[in-house]
């Protein structure tokens, strides 16, 4: 079983930035990797972006150059830091890690994005 708790959030203008960071427990030797995702209102859950093995890095179209997602040597901590924010990335984001026992998120964190 792994623990994650999101933090971070927040309103912020557009053209702003924002760092989310997530904290694991528990079972954290089993963590390859470490993911970020985001619901919008309405809209399904999206993949934002992921960090894996010796840190090699996937984001989502819509994120690149714009987001990067970063995690301390420990592993256990997991940072997204969100550059030129518009309207469109208004969505609580959820930090997620996906084990052999199941993928397991947060409790999300609120980012609202004002034009």
């Known amino acids: 079983q792994v623990q994650l708790v999101e933090s971070g959030g927040g309103l912020v203008q557009a053209g702003g930035s924002l760092r989310l960071s997530c904290a694991a427990s528990?079972?954290?030797?089993?963590?390859?990797?470490m993911d970020w995702y985001r619901q919008a209102p309405g809209k399904q859950r999206e993949f934002v972006a992921a960090?894996?093995?010796?840190?090699?890095?996937n984001y989502a179209d819509s994120v690149k150059g714009r987001f990067t997602i970063s995690r301390d040597n420990t592993r256990t901590t997991v940072y997204l830091q969100m550059n030129s924010l518009n309207a469109e990335d208004t969505a609580v984001y959820y930090c997620?890690?996906?084990?052999?026992?199941?993928?397991?998120w947060g409790q999300g964190t609120q980012v609202t994005v004002s034009s």
């Open positions: 528990g079972s954290i030797r089993s963590i390859n990797g």
């Open positions: 960090i894996v093995g010796n840190n090699v890095r």
């Open positions: 997620s890690v996906l084990l052999v026992s199941g993928r397991y």
